[in-house]
């Protein structure tokens, strides 16, 4: 026996080693995807609805969609949790009648679900006074005064509006400044993201990959903080960036980047929401087999772009996503392809702590 244990001695710390080791391994081989959670099914995976077989069967009450695709086509999506307990979808909307192409016209929509997964049903236009509700990039926020906000870019410039109700009437505050520098260039109102950060002042992430800082309310004005945040990360693409939302877990901040023509998506963290921004590597591509559902159907969307996060306890609760069954260009008028929002379950208390132990041994 004595020799046994000698042994043991002898390997106990180097057992401890490896093991310790093959866990840091293990959770640094984990990317963003790997946290994504089965969809629950609310009424039942049908083939009877449109798009392509690469998303059949599936569950139309999960998200916001038209089910019988005769009026719209939906994007972008943005969860705000209200008061009364219901679940409020900012999204956007267009005639299907223009095939996908009609995105330019869409008009910024709010919806409503007893449930985070839905489904969502459309409450109309936010503010249908105000140029006829024309938004996209639709995205929102809670203000420090309890106020909401819902703030759109792209086909207008950084327009911000505001309300006391989640259910609107949706007064218009003005648009998003941003004060002259050396990279006030990078200020693009377009994708725009927008953080309330733990310190009181406002963040936005836009398509160009710089960070924006106001310490003086959400209309700015913003400082750009300096280059494109992705510039020269290994392992990054260089080409047809857009789409990122930004959010703070788990003591670090994190954006979620899309590369458009590769049809992936990435996830860097900073611990400061300026600076040493790293490449955690994917976060979503739609040719992998992470949205399922709870029975193990997988559906593969195209394209999966515009994510936007929910949080409940600090934590990443879901993903929204805006998907289209086809590529854009064979999306087209009155056929059988659309694109809707998608919600999906996320493991954030997980994701975070295992982001901790890697960005601590960073």
């Given at each position: 026996?004595?020799?046994?244990?000698?042994?043991?001695?002898?390997?106990?710390?180097v057992l401890a080693l490896v093991m310790v080791t093959g866990f840091s391994a293990c959770a640094a081989e984990k990317t963003l995807i790997d946290y994504f959670l089965p969809m629950p099914i609310h009424g039942a995976l049908t083939s009877n609805a449109w798009g392509a077989p690469n998303v059949l069967p599936r569950d139309p009450q999960n998200g916001l969609e038209d089910r019988t695709?005769?009026?719209w086509c939906y994007w972008d999506g943005k969860i705000i949790k209200g008061p009364e307990g219901r679940y409020h979808m900012f999204a956007s909307r267009w005639d299907q009648a223009q095939g996908?192409?009609?995105?330019?016209?869409?008009?910024?929509?709010?919806?409503?679900?007893?449930n985070p997964t839905g489904p969502y049903l459309d409450q109309g236009l936010c503010w249908p006074a105000n140029q006829d509700g024309k938004g996209h990039n639709v995205t929102a926020l809670v203000l420090p005064d309890g106020r909401y906000a819902v703030v759109v870019s792209e086909t207008r410039p950084g327009d911000v509006f505001v309300s006391r109700s989640l259910d609107g009437p949706w007064e218009y505050l003005g648009a998003l400044q941003v004060t002259p520098?050396?990279?006030?260039?990078?200020?693009?109102?377009?994708?725009?993201?927008?953080?309330?950060?733990?310190?009181?002042?406002?963040?936005?992430?836009?398509?160009s990959g710089a960070v924006w800082l106001s310490q003086t309310g959400i209309l700015?004005?913003?400082?750009?903080?300096?280059?494109?945040?992705?510039?020269?990360?290994?392992?990054?693409?260089t080409h047809d960036m857009e789409d990122p939302v930004v959010w703070y877990s788990g003591g670090?901040?994190?954006?979620?980047?899309?590369?458009?023509?590769?049809?992936?998506?990435?996830?860097?963290?900073?611990?400061?929401?300026?600076?040493?921004?790293?490449?955690?590597?994917?976060?979503?591509?739609?040719?992998?087999n992470f949205l399922r559902y709870t029975d193990g159907t997988v559906n593969h969307w195209n394209k999966i772009e515009r994510p936007n996060v929910y949080l409940e306890h600090g934590h990443v609760a879901y993903f929204t996503l805006a998907v289209i069954d086809v590529p854009k260009d064979?999306?087209?008028?009155?056929?059988?392809?659309?694109?809707?929002?998608?919600?999906?379950?996320?493991?954030?208390?997980?994701?975070?702590?295992?982001?901790q132990k890697l960005s601590a041994g960073q």
């Open positions: 026996m004595k020799p046994a244990k000698i042994v043991y001695s002898v390997l106990a710390p695709l005769k009026s996908h192409g009609g995105w330019w016209t869409s008009k910024a929509v709010h919806a409503v679900s007893d520098n050396s990279y006030s260039g990078l200020g693009k109102m377009s994708n725009v993201s927008i953080l309330l950060r733990p310190d009181g002042n406002f963040m936005i992430v836009a398509r700015g004005p913003y400082t750009v903080q300096g280059p494109c945040v992705y510039n020269g990360l290994p392992g990054l693409p670090l901040y994190h954006i979620v980047v899309n590369c458009w023509s590769d049809r992936k998506a990435f996830h860097l963290t900073s611990p400061d929401g300026i600076h040493h921004w790293v490449n955690r590597g994917l976060a979503y591509d739609p040719q992998k064979q999306e087209l008028p009155n056929d059988n392809h659309g694109s809707k929002v998608i919600v999906v379950p996320f493991d954030g208390v997980a994701f975070d702590r295992d982001m």
